[in-house]
């Protein structure tokens, strides 16, 4: 059994399931008042830096957790940024 990837694993899992409560608030409630666009803008971009890390070392944790944080932070941004146009 390779411990270091049932640790990436569950560290996977723990970093999506942070942000899952946010995002079922923002699609409840419509609210991003209290959110920091500047905060989002650069986790984010980070999100999609260590995807593409993780692409280029094929580290499996690495890619799934990245890139679907990446989607749902950059789905708050997007509703932020939205919010702001109107």
Not at 49 to 57: A, T
């Amino acid at each position: 059994m390779d411990y270091a990837l049932v640790i990436g694993y569950l560290a996977s899992a723990c970093s999506v399931t942070s942000f899952i409560p946010q995002v079922m608030k923002v699609v409840r409630s419509g609210d991003t008042a209290a959110i920091s666009a500047r905060m989002y803008t650069v986790t984010v971009i980070g999100f999609a830096l260590w995807s593409i890390f993780g692409i280029l070392r094929q580290e499996w944790p690495i890619i799934l957790t990245n890139s679907t944080c990446f989607f749902l932070a950059g789905y708050i941004l997007y509703r932020k940024l939205r919010s702001h146009l109107r």
